[in-house]
């Protein structure tokens, strides 16, 4: 039985070196080689284990076809309807609200509103804003705009928010979807979702695709996890050759937890660059201050570089949270004494005593094994 898991275990991965080289016929070949072993593990076993092994092959089985309908590198299926999967829901339009999808309103965050994280700025730069409005340059040098990032580190230091900053600066289509958005107990429904999104965004002349959760949608393969092999190898398939799509296409996942991500996911044609976004230095917590207190009224009077040396270590949703609670104390006392409401430091001190930091020295440590242990 080792045997066959192993078999197993090697063609999945064939399966995804082939899908990697632009060898379909290969990748083909391997999923259906995957399913072959992966039947010959449920008629070995019983139970819930042999049903998961039946699933598996299935699974692999649907790949294949999809492969050979919707190879990748750009090339576009034939013009007839496409199949579902087995006993998966859909609704008109193939993808309803909860799937991740398109967002109609154009983001009214821009780059200069978020303070700090300045590599990731200059990476996005140089990667899709400097090659577009400079195209003729970046054809002299053979560089193409777009490509994917992933943004680690720390919840609540402006991942997401940094998405919908470069969407808006790019005038581009910005597309959303969380690992749980994507994720579904229904056979194959996680798949296409997950296809249906990546196309729609290839489909647009520029568009930021955020992926967030990516730790969810991506998790680490294992022999066992049936959902997680097939996602895994579907997105291994829709996101590559950015070189044969005319559009352009700005791949960004989020993530807290990196090293629950598979490996697959960072090597190159996916997640180029790796980004790791920390909690905000002392100019940044300065920079959201000042914005979280602008035309408050009182915040002239109050000292805020003697606020930001206090709050190293805290992330930005904390500064904002702190920030927050003080306006609504100074509420309060405003209504409770029928004065006119002013924020006072007071009123920041109470808050900062009472919000402490989200982050831990052992969460810090954490990304710093991670950095050394997979970048060097």
């Known amino acids: 039985m080792s045997f066959l898991l192993e078999k197993k275990q090697e063609h999945e991965s064939g399966c995804e070196a082939a899908i990697r080289q632009g ?17 010959a593990l449920a008629a070995q076993t019983t139970g819930s284990i042999a049903s998961r092994y039946t699933e598996d092959a299935e699974g692999w089985l649907e790949i294949g076809e999809r492969l050979k309908k919707n190879p990748p590198k750009g090339q576009r299926p034939d013009n007839g309807p496409r199949p579902t999967d087995k006993g998966q829901r859909t609704t008109d339009d193939g993808q309803g609200p909860e799937d991740g999808r398109l967002v109609t309103e154009k983001p009214s965050v821009t780059f200069d509103m978020i303070a700090g994280m300045e590599e990731a700025k200059a990476t996005i730069r140089e990667m899709v804003v400097y090659p577009l409005q400079q195209p003729d340059k970046a054809r002299s040098l053979g ?20 998405g919908k900053a470069i969407a808006h600066d790019l005038d581009a289509a910005f597309f959303y979807a969380s690992g749980a958005q994507i994720r579904s107990k229904w056979h194959g429904e996680s798949e296409q979702k997950l296809r249906k999104l990546v196309q729609a965004a290839k489909e647009q002349p520029v568009s930021v695709l955020f ?12 022999g066992q996890s049936v959902v997680d092999n097939r996602i895994v190898v579907q997105f291994l398939s829709e996101i590559g050759g950015f070189e044969e799509n005319p559009n352009t296409l700005l791949l960004l996942g989020a993530t807290n937890k990196p090293w629950e991500i598979d490996e697959a996911v960072f090597r190159t044609g996916r997640f180029d660059e790796k980004i790791y976004i920390p909690p905000p230095d002392r100019p940044a917590c300065l920079g959201i201050l000042k914005m979280q207190l602008k035309n408050v009224s009182g915040s002239e009077t109050l000292n805020l570089d003697t606020w930001a040396d206090r709050l190293k270590g805290f992330t930005g949703s904390d500064i904002v949270g702190i920030v927050n609670s003080a306006k609504r104390c100074a509420l309060s006392r405003s209504i409770r004494d029928n004065t006119p409401a002013v924020l006072t430091a007071a009123d920041i001190e109470q808050s900062f005593a009472t919000i402490p930091s989200s982050i831990t020295e052992k969460l810090l440590k954490q990304y710093d094994a991670f950095r050394e242990a997979r970048f060097g």
């Open 23 to 39: 060898d379909i016929r290969g990748a083909i070949f391997h999923a259906a080689k995957a399913a072959e072993f992966a039947y």
């Open 211 to 222: 992926l967030d959760d990516v730790d969810g949608l991506l998790p680490k393969r294992s």
């Open 143 to 162: 560089l193409k705009p777009g490509g994917g990032v992933l943004l680690y580190g720390p919840p609540g230091n402006g991942k997401t928010t940094l």
